[in-house]
T-cell receptor, first 113, second 112 residues
Framework: DAGVIQSPRHEVTEMGQEVTLRCKPISGHDYLFWYRQTMMRGLELLIYFNNNVPIDDSGMPEDRFSAKMPNASFSTLKIQPSEPRDSAVYFC???????????FGPGTRLTVL | RKEVEQDPGPFNVPEGATVAFNCTYSNSASQSFFWYRQDCRKEPKLLMS???SGNEDGRFTAQLNRASQYISLLIRDSKLSDSATYLC?????????????FGTGTRLTVIP
C-alpha cells in the first residue's frame, strides 16, 4: 500500500486566493482526519470523517475552511479566501478506528503571502 | 486546560545517555495512549503504544500511571538517530466525538 497520499506537497499563494488540499487515505481505513501543525500551536485536529461522513468539525477555524469527502478514497480541504495566518503544514491521516494508530500523509506545506 | 501537556524541551543529551519524557493528560476516562515520533519536516509516525502494565521495545520503555494521569517514555543508550520530536497522544471524547489528542511534542537532540 502506498500509504496516505497528499497533494500538493508545497503550496505558495497570495492572500485572498482559494487553496484546495487533497488527500487519499489508505484503502480500508474508515476514518480520515485533517490536522494543521504550527510551531506555536502544535498539531490541531480540524475535522474528521467516518465512512465519508463528517463527525467532528469543531476544530475548523472559521467559515473560510471547508472539507469534503465525496467517496472513501478522496477528501479535500479548502480555504477560501486564504490569509497569511493560515500558513502551516496540513496533514491528512487515516485509521481503522478513532482509537487506533493513525497513519499520516507527508503533509502539505502552505504559505500564504 | 489542555487535553495533553508535554515539556517542549529541548532535551540535548550525549550519545549513550538515558533520557525520559513525561506527559500528563486531563481526561481520566482516556483508554488509549501512544508515543509518536516526528522527524524534522516529516509526518508523525507511531513509535509505540502504551499499555497499562508498561511495555518495552528494544531501547524504548513506555509507562502509564493512571492514578496520576501521566505517561512516560524512557530511551536508553541514546543514538544520534533518536533525534526527533516525540509526541504524546491520548484518546478522549470532545463534543461528543472520539478523538486522539496530540501533545505539542518534546524535542530531543542527541549529541555526538
Amino acid at each position: 500500500d502506498a500509504g496516505v497520499i497528499q497533494s500538493p506537497r508545497h503550496e505558495v499563494t497570495e492572500m485572498g486566493q482559494e487553496v484546495t488540499l487533497r488527500c487519499k487515505p489508505i484503502s480500508g481505513h474508515d476514518y480520515l482526519f485533517w490536522y494543521r501543525q504550527t510551531m506555536m500551536r502544535g498539531l490541531e485536529l480540524l475535522i474528521y470523517f467516518n465512512n465519508n461522513v463528517p463527525i467532528d468539525d469543531s476544530g475548523m477555524p472559521e467559515d473560510r475552511f471547508s472539507a469534503k469527502m465525496p467517496n472513501a478514497s478522496f477528501s479535500t480541504l479548502k480555504i477560501q479566501p486564504s490569509e497569511p495566518r493560515d500558513s502551516a503544514v496540513y496533514f491528512c491521516a487515516s485509521s481503522q478506528s478513532p482509537y487506533n494508530e493513525q497513519f499520516f500523509g507527508p503533509g502539505t506545506r502552505l504559505t500564504v503571502l | 486546560r489542555k487535553e495533553v501537556e508535554q515539556d517542549p524541551g529541548p532535551f540535548n543529551v550525549p550519545e549513550g545517555a538515558t533520557v525520559a519524557f513525561n506527559c500528563t493528560y486531563s481526561n481520566s476516562a482516556s483508554q488509549s495512549f501512544f508515543w509518536y515520533r516526528q522527524d524534522c519536516r516529516k509526518e508523525p509516525k507511531l513509535l509505540m503504544s502504551v499499555y497499562s502494565s508498561g511495555n518495552e521495545d528494544g531501547r524504548f520503555t513506555a509507562q502509564l500511571n493512571r492514578a496520576s494521569q501521566y505517561i512516560s517514555l524512557l530511551i536508553r543508550d541514546s543514538k544520534l538517530s533518536d533525534s526527533a520530536t516525540y509526541l504524546c497522544v491520548v484518546s478522549g471524547v470532545q463534543t461528543g466525538a472520539n478523538n486522539l489528542f496530540f501533545g505539542t511534542g518534546t524535542r530531543l537532540t542527541v549529541i555526538p
